[in-house]
C-alpha cells in the first residue's frame, strides 16, 4: 500500500514525502543538507550525537475542538522552546523547520565545539584526513576558536587492535555508535559494544578472534572520524593524492562494485599500486558494502611473483622468451592438432575473454570447456531471475530458498541483503545438511544428510519441516532459489540445480518476475561462461589425453595433482596465467595475462548482472589481456578475432548471444542517482563511500524456458558409520592464487584442517588442535583437527583450496599423526 | 657662446660620472662576500629536529597539498620504538622536493604543524639535470644536534605515547 | 564447569523469571551469579552467559563495563566501596576514606596486600544520613556499612581476614 504524502516546509522549501520520513531525509531529497554524525540512512535512528538540531514548528491544535488553529489563513505554527534532533523527528503535515536561524546554528556550534573537546588534535596522522566528516563539518558548523584548555584533553589508548583487521583510536572515537549499530542491526552479529559509561565510553570486542565478522571493514567507511581504521591501509596515503577507478571485486559471485585507489609510490619502487579498495555505490548490487575478502585481497596484484614474459619449455629447460616466438610456437602447434584440441577456460576471465576463447574453440573446431566443480549453470540462463530481481526490495511475500550453501563463506553479500530481506518479512526456508550461519534468519529449515541434497528438494512435501516449507514456497509471490555446491560435486550440484529448477517449475515461478534460480558459484564470472555456452567436462584426464590442452585461468594440477599424469599425456599445453602454477610448471608454453585491474572489460555476476571494470593499473611486465593473447593466437591460426578493444568484443556478444541482446559498454556505464546520497560532499551521510559515476550494469535477458530438463538419478556417496566421509566445504579465506599474496590475511587462512564432530574425533581418536594425517585418493595430508558440534556425524568437513584436492565426497581415512 | 654649450653639457655629464666614481660602491663582491639574507628569506628547505635528534616531521603530507606547484611527495610509516624517527605514531618514509617545481612561496612552512619543514637561509643551488634537481629527504633532513644519537634511534618504550607531539607557540 | 553445571538451580530460577523470547533480560541476575566465586566475571562465565541467552560475549561485557557492581578483572575478595558524594563528604567521608586508605597502605582504586580488600570511590549509596558508609561486595552478596569509623572498619576487615565471614 503506497505511502500517504506529508507536505511540510524545511527552510522555506515545500517538500512532499512520505508518511514516516525523517526530517533529515526529507531535507536530503531537496538538496537540504542537515549535518548529522550518529545518524545513517541505512540504519535507525538513536539521537545520540545531536548535530541534527534543527527548529522544530507544528500547527497548533485548539484543545477543544481538536481542530488546527487558523491566523491570517493559514495554520498557526507554533515552534518548540528547544531544538530538536532531526534525524528522530517523522515528518507531519503542516510542520515547519528552520535550520537556517541563529538558534538552530548556535546549537550545531556548541554540539561541535563539546565534540571537539574529546577529540584529539590528531588530523596531521590521522588516516581519515581529507574524507572526514568531522572535519568537514566543522568547517561547516562549528566555531573558528576553541574555548577548551588543550591540556585538559583527555587522553586513552590510541593504538587498539580490534581483531588484526581494523585499528581503534580510543580518543578519536566520538561514541556515535554508528560501528556498533551496523554490525548489530544490519549483520546481526553483535561482537561490538560500549564498555563503560560517560566520558570514559570505550568501543570493545570480545568475540574470538577479536571483531570476528567478515563485513568488519565497513565500519572504517562509516565512522565519521579517524577511530576505525584498517591495518591494510594505515599510513598509506592521502584521500587527495590517490586516483581512482572503478571496479568489480572478482572473488565471488555477487560482483560487488568496487572503486581502486591507486597510487604511484616510491617504496614500489616507482610503480603505480593499488593502495586500498573501497565500496562503489550500487543498490542493486552490494549497496555501500564491502566484504572483508573483497577488501584486502587486492596485493596478488603487484606481487613480485607475476609471470611478466611469456615462457617456453624445450624438454626440460623453460626460458623466457618474446609474444612472437612464443605465440608461434603455440599457434603452430594448434594448426597441427587439428580439432583436436580442448580449451579449458576458468571463471576468473572476463565475458570478453570468454567469447574469444569460445569462438576459438567453435572456429577451429575443437571443444571448449568451463572448468568448475559446480554444474547446472545452463539452468540459470533458463530460469535464472528477471530484470527487475533485487534482494534489497524483498519482504513480505516473497520467499528465499537457499540450498546446499553456507552463503556466510561462498557469497557474503548475499548473506548480508538475504537476512535483512528475512527481517523486512521475506521468508526464507534454508536446505543443508549442517548448520550455516543464515540459519538464524530462517523461517524454515530443512535439514537432510549429505547425499540427499536434489531427492530432498524433489520431494520436500513429504518430510513433516518441508511440508511448512513446500507451503511458503508455493504460496508465495516471488520465489527466488539459491544452490551452492556444499558437499556436492559436479554431477551433485547439476542434479541439485535440475531438482531445484523443476521447483520453480512447478510452483508456477519460473519466468516470472521477481522470481528465478541463482547459482552460488565458485568464481566471479562462472555466470558468463554458462551464458556463452561453455560446459563443464566430468572427466578432465580423459579429456587431455594425446590433445592440444589450452587452459586459460584455472590451475588443475594444483588442485588435484592426479591431473599431473594425464597433462603430461598431452599432446601440446599452452596455458595462459598470472602466475606460476602447477599446470603452468607441465605447459609447453606459458603466456603471461593482465589481471582485471590492468585493462577493462566485463563480468556476469551470478544474478545474471553485467558489470564493467575500468583500468586501474599500467601492464605488469609485457602482459597482456587474456582476449587479446587468444586473438593473437587465433589469428596465427587462421582465425580473425577481435583482440584490441573490448568494447568491440561486447558489441559482438551482443549480437551472438540472445540474453546479452542490446548490450554495449555504453549502456553498462550508464548511471542513476541512488538513495542515499554517498560521496563528495555527502560523506558525512552515508559514509566514505564512493559515488558510482561509471555504471551500475544492466541484467540479462531471460531465455524463452521451454521445457525444463528432468532430473537425473545420481549416485552419491552418503555418510555411513563405518568410514569417514570427507565433504568439500567452502571457506571464505582459502589458499587461492588471488588471495594468497595478501600476507594479512594469512592468520585468518591458517594452515589446512579437516572439522569434525566431537563424537566422530573421538571414534578416529584424533583431538581437537592436533596434528592429523588425511588420506584421500591415496595420498596422505597433514591437517589441523578442529571440532564442532554443528558438523554432522560421520562426516569431514574439508575446506576446498586449502591444498588438499577434494571436489565432490570422497572416502577418507583420518590417524593421529 | 653657443660654441661652449656642448661643452658645458660635457662637463655636466662627466662630472656626474666623476662624482659617482668617487662613491662608495654597492657591489658586493660575491662569491668572496655574501650579503646575508633578511630574517624571513625563503631559500632551500630544511627539515628540521628536535633536541633530542628526533625527527620533527609526521609524514602528515600537508606541505604537499600546500604546495601550489606540486612540488613535493610524501610518503608515510610508521615508528615502532625500536626504530623511531619521530615522537608520535607516524614519519615521512620518503620526503622529496622538486626543486625545478618549487616556486619558494613559503606556503608548505605555513602548513605544516610540526613546525618541521622551514625555509631556510641557502639560495645556492644548483643541479645539471633534472632528475638531481628532486632532493630526497637525506639532502633536506638537518644533521642531528651535537650529542644526540641520528635517526633511527631506540628508544625506552612508553616514553612517546602521543601520536602528535606537544608543541608551543610558535615564536616569530 | 559451566554456570549451568554449578548452580543447575539457581539458572533455571533465573530463566523462569522471563518470558523465553526475551530470556537476554536474564543477563543481569546471571552475572551475580558468576561473580559469586571469583569476584568478577571470567571470559568462560561470560560466554556461558551469552550462550545461555543467545546473545555475544561482547553484549554480556558490555553490561559489565555499564554498571559499577559488576566487574570483568580480578581484585581483592572483598571489593569495598566507599561513597564520598558531597552529603556524606559534609559528614567526614573524605577524610575517613583517606585515613583507611593510608592504614592498609593502599591508594584509592587498589587491593590490599594480601589480596583481600579493594577499596573504590564511588558516587551516592543513599545513605547520606549514616555517612560515612560504604557498601561491602563480596562473595555473600552486597551489604551496607554504616556510621563507620576506621577503627570498626579495620575489625571488620580483620574479622574478614579470620573467618571468611562478614560480620554485622
Known amino acids: 500500500m503506497p505511502k500517504q504524502l506529508v507536505s511540510l516546509i524545511i527552510d522555506g522549501q515545500s517538500v512532499s514525502v512520505p508518511a514516516g520520513t525523517l526530517i533529515v531525509d526529507a531535507a536530503k531529497q531537496v538538496g537540504i543538507d542537515i549535518p548529522v554524525f550518529c545518524y545513517h540512512p541505512k540504519m535507525e535512528p538513536v539521537g545520540m550525537c545531536r548535530m541534527c538540531l ?153 568475540s574470538e ?494 531465455l524463452e524456458a521451454g521445457s525444463l530438463p528432468g532430473t537425473k538419478p545420481v549416485e552419491s556417496k552418503r555418510p555411513s558409520e563405518s568410514e569417514l566421509l570427507a565433504i568439500p566445504v567452502c571457506k571464505i579465506y582459502d589458499r587461492g592464487v588471488t588471495v594468497l599474496p595478501s600476507t594479512l590475511l594469512h592468520p585468518h587462512i591458517g594452515d589446512a584442517s579437516v572439522s569434525l564432530h566431537p563424537d566422530t574425533a573421538v571414534r578416529f581418536k584424533v583431538q581437537a588442535g592436533s596434528t592429523a594425517q588425511l588420506t584421500v585418493n591415496g595420498t596422505a595430508y597433514q591437517v589441523k583437527v578442529l571440532v564442532d558440534e554443528k558438523v554432522p556425524a560421520s562426516v569431514a568437513l574439508l575446506p576446498r583450496s586449502m591444498g588438499i584436492p577434494i571436489n565432490t565426497p570422497a572416502t577418507i581415512s583420518l590417524k593421529a599423526a | 657662446m653657443r660654441v661652449f654649450e656642448p661643452l658645458i653639457e660635457l662637463a655636466r655629464g662627466l662630472g656626474t660620472t666623476f662624482k659617482i666614481m668617487l662613491e662608495k660602491p654597492v657591489t658586493v663582491q660575491y662569491p668572496e662576500q655574501k650579503k646575508p639574507v633578511k630574517p624571513r628569506f625563503r631559500g632551500r628547505h630544511v627539515l628540521k629536529r628536535y633536541d633530542n635528534g628526533l625527527e620533527k616531521c609526521i609524514g602528515c603530507a600537508l606541505c604537499a597539498a600546500a604546495c601550489p606547484a606540486d612540488a613535493i611527495f610524501v610518503e608515510s610509516a610508521e615508528n615502532t620504538d625500536d626504530v623511531r624517527f619521530s615522537p608520535g605514531d607516524r614519519y615521512a618514509s620518503t620526503y622529496e622536493i622538486n626543486m625545478l617545481r618549487c616556486i619558494f612561496c613559503g606556503f608548505c612552512e605555513d602548513a605544516c604543524p610540526t613546525e618541521a619543514v622551514v625555509l631556510g637561509d641557502n639560495y645556492e643551488l644548483s643541479f645539471t639535470n633534472r632528475r638531481d634537481a628532486i632532493y630526497p629527504k637525506e639532502m633536506l633532513i638537518e644533521p642531528a644536534p651535537a650529542g644526540t644519537l641520528p635517526t633511527p634511534q631506540k628508544v625506552p618504550p612508553g616514553l612517546y605515547t602521543r601520536s602528535v607531539p606537544e608543541m608551543k607557540d610558535p615564536q616569530d | 564447569m559451566s554456570l549451568t553445571e554449578k548452580y543447575p538451580q539457581e539458572v533455571k530460577k533465573i530463566l523462569a523469571k522471563y518470558p523465553p523470547e526475551q530470556k537476554r533480560s536474564a543477563v543481569m541476575p546471571l552475572l551475580y551469579l558468576a561473580q559469586r566465586q571469583e569476584g568478577y566475571a571470567t571470559r568462560a562465565a561470560m560466554q556461558d552467559i551469552a550462550d545461555l541467552l543467545a546473545i555475544t560475549p561482547t553484549d554480556v561485557a558490555s553490561i559489565i563495563g555499564f554498571y559499577t557492581l559488576f566487574h570483568d578483572e580480578k581484585e581483592g575478595r572483598y571489593r569495598m566501596q566507599v561513597c564520598t558524594d558531597l552529603p556524606c563528604a559534609l559528614r567526614g567521608a573524605d577524610q575517613f576514606l583517606q585515613e583507611l586508605c593510608t592504614n592498609l597502605q593502599v591508594q584509592v582504586g587498589q587491593t590490599s596486600e594480601d589480596d583481600l580488600v579493594t577499596i573504590e570511590e564511588v558516587k551516592c549509596l543513599a545513605g547520606c544520613d549514616k555517612a560515612p558508609m560504604f557498601q561491602l561486595q563480596g562473595e555473600n552478596g552486597i551489604e551496607y556499612h554504616e556510621n563507620m569509623t576506621v577503627d570498626k572498619t579495620l575489625e571488620l576487615i580483620e574479622a574478614l581476614r579470620k573467618s571468611g565471614k562478614e560480620v554485622k
Open chain 1, 54 to 206: 534543527v527548529e522544530v514548528g507544528r500547527p497548533v491544535i485548539d484543545r477543544v475542538s481538536g481542530q488546527p488553529v487558523i491566523e491570517g489563513g493559514k495554520p498557526k505554527i507554533q515552534f518548540g522552546a528547544k531544538l530538536e534532533t532531526a534525524c528522530t523527528t517523522p515528518v507531519s503535515e503542516d510542520m515547519q523547520v528552520v535550520g537556517m536561524s541563529e538558534k538552530a546554528r548556535t546549537g550545531r556550534k556548541e554540539i561541535v565545539e563539546f565534540l571537539l573537546t574529546s577529540h584529539p588534535l590528531d588530523c596531521p596522522v590521522c588516516d581519515k584526513g581529507g574524507e572526514c566528516p568531522l572535519q568537514n563539518l566543522t568547517m561547516a558548523h562549528g566555531s573558528s576558536e576553541s574555548r577548551f584548555k588543550f591540556d585538559d584533553k583527555q587522553h586513552q589508548k590510541k593504538h587498539v587492535p580490534l581483531g588484526d583487521l581494523i585499528w581503534l583510536d580510543r580518543e578519536r572515537c566520538i561514541q556515535c555508535a554508528r560501528c556498533i549499530r551496523f554490525q548489530g542491526e544490519i549483520v546481526g552479529d553483535a561482537v561490538l559494544d560500549f564498555f563503560r559509561r560517560g566520558r570514559a565510553t570505550d568501543i570493545v570486542t570480545y
Open chain 1, 209 to 702: 578472534p577479536g571483531f570476528d565478522s567478515i563485513f568488519s571493514s565497513n565500519t572504517t567507511d562509516i565512522c565519521p572520524v579517524g577511530a576505525l581504521t584498517t591495518a591494510d591501509f594505515r599510513f598509506g596515503a592521502r584521500p587527495w593524492e590517490m586516483n581512482s577507478a572503478a571496479s568489480i571485486c572478482t572473488h565471488c559471485p555477487v560482483g560487488c562494485n568496487t572503486t581502486l585507489n591507486i597510487r604511484r609510490e616510491a617504496r614500489s619502487d616507482g610503480n603505480m599500486v593499488i593502495k586500498r579498495i573501497m565500496p562503489r555505490q550500487n543498490e542493486q548490487v552490494n549497496e555501500i558494502w564491502l566484504c572483508d575478502k573483497g577488501r584486502f585481497a587486492h596485493h596478488f596484484s603487484a606481487s613480485p611473483d607475476r609471470l611478466a614474459k611469456p615462457l617456453v619449455r624445450t624438454g626440460e629447460l623453460v626460458t623466457e622468451s618474446s609474444w612472437e616466438e612464443a605465440l608461434n610456437l603455440a599457434a603452430r602447434s594448434l594448426v597441427e592438432a587439428k580439432q583436436d584440441f580442448i580449451v579449458l577456460a576458468g571463471g576468473r576471465l572476463a565475458n570478453e575473454d570468454l567469447f574469444n576463447l569460445k569462438a576459438l574453440a567453435d572456429g577451429l573446431g575443437g571443444k571448449a570447456a568451463l572448468y568448475t566443480h559446480m554444474g547446472g549453470g545452463y539452468l540459470t540462463t533458463l530460469a535464472g531471475v528477471s530484470m527487475d530481481t533485487n534482494f534489497g526490495e524483498m519482504g513480505a511475500g516473497t520467499s528465499i530458498l537457499v540450498a546446499a550453501s553456507d552463503l556466510y563463506n561462498e557469497a557474503p553479500l548475499w548473506y548480508l541483503r538475504i537476512k535483512q530481506a528475512a527481517a523486512r518479512g521475506a521468508t526464507l526456508i534454508l536446505a543443508g545438511a549442517r548448520e550455516t550461519k543464515l540459519e538464524k534468519y530462517a523461517a524454515h529449515v530443512i535439514r537432510y544428510a549429505y547425499g540427499d541434497e536434489a531427492q530432498t528438494i524433489k520431494s520436500m512435501q513429504k518430510s513433516k519441516a518441508g511440508q511448512a516449507a513446500a507451503e511458503a514456497l508455493a504460496s508465495a509471490q516471488n520465489l527466488v532459489v539459491l544452490y551452492g555446491s556444499d558437499g556436492l560435486g559436479l554431477e551433485g550440484s547439476a542434479s541439485l540445480a535440475e531438482a531445484c529448477a523443476g521447483l520453480l517449475d512447478m510452483t508456477g515461478h519460473a519466468g516470472k518476475p521477481g522470481s528465478g534460480l541463482i547459482g552460488v558459484w565458485p568464481h566471479a564470472n562462472d555466470q558468463g561462461a554458462w551464458e556463452m555456452g561453455f560446459q563443464p567436462v566430468a572427466d578432465l584426464a580423459a579429456e587431455f589425453k594425446n590433445k592440444l590442452v589450452y587452459i586459460a585461468a584455472c590451475d588443475p594440477v594444483g588442485d588435484d595433482p592426479a591431473l599431473a599424469e594425464a597433462l603430461k599425456s598431452a599432446r601440446f599445453v599452452i596455458v595462459q596465467e598470472l602466475f606460476q602454477t602447477e599446470t603452468t610448471r607441465l605447459a609447453n608454453v606459458v603466456l603471461p595475462a593482465q589481471a582485471f585491474t590492468e585493462r577493462e572489460g566485463s563480468f556476469t555476476s551470478g544474478e545474471r548482472r553485467v558489470q564493467r571494470f575500468y583500468p586501474a593499473l599500467p601492464a605488469f611486465g609485457e602482459t597482456r589481456p587474456d582476449f587479446s593473447i587468444t586473438a593473437s593466437l587465433a589469428q596465427k591460426a587462421g582465425l580473425e578475432l577481435e583482440g584490441t578493444s573490448a568494447l568491440l568484443i561486447m558489441n559482438k556478444i551482443a549480437s551472438k548471444y540472445k540474453s546479452f541482446e542490446g548490450l554495449s559498454y555504453a549502456r553498462l556505464a550508464e548511471v542513476r542517482e541512488q538513495w542515499p546520497l554517498v560521496g563528495r560532499g555527502d560523506i558525512y551521510y552515508g559514509g566514505a563511500i564512493y559515488a558510482n559515476t561509471q555504471g551500475l550494469g544492466t541484467r540479462l535477458a531471460l
